[in-house]
């Protein structure tokens, strides 16, 4: 399920580090997390589409290990990003 092309903009300049940043770190979180969301959704109404939620696994996956590269590299950022992202309560 991908993103439409105005929600990836609008995603990117949100979180963009430096003005022609199209890919860091945060974009990336930022990204997967719209993805995951809309995956989300899509799992509580198709409860039987397992290739959807083995797809939705590997996203949370790689997020994880996103986030966990965002955090050995600078916890103050890894604590805004979540807190932004509203995810890890």
């Given at each position: 399920?991908?993103l439409?092309?105005e929600k990836?903009?609008?995603?990117?300049s949100d979180?963009q580090?430096?003005?022609?940043?199209?890919g860091?770190?945060?974009?990336?979180?930022?990204?997967?997390t719209?993805?995951?969301?809309?995956?989300s959704?899509?799992?509580?109404?198709?409860k039987?589409?397992?290739?959807?939620?083995r797809?939705?696994?590997?996203?949370?996956?790689?997020?994880?290990?996103l986030?966990?590269?965002?955090?050995?590299?600078?916890?103050?950022?890894?604590?805004?990003l979540?807190?932004?992202?509203?995810?890890?309560?």
């Amino acid at each position: 399920m991908p993103l439409l092309q105005e929600k990836k903009q609008e995603i990117i300049s949100d979180y963009q580090v430096h003005e022609t940043d199209t890919g860091s770190a945060d974009v990336q979180v930022a990204m997967l997390t719209a993805r995951i969301s809309r995956l989300s959704d899509h799992l509580k109404i198709n409860k039987k589409d397992h290739a959807s939620r083995r797809g939705l696994l590997k996203m949370i996956g790689q997020r994880k290990r996103l986030l966990a590269y965002i955090n050995k590299q600078d916890n103050d950022r890894y604590r805004q990003l979540i807190q932004r992202l509203g995810i890890r309560g």
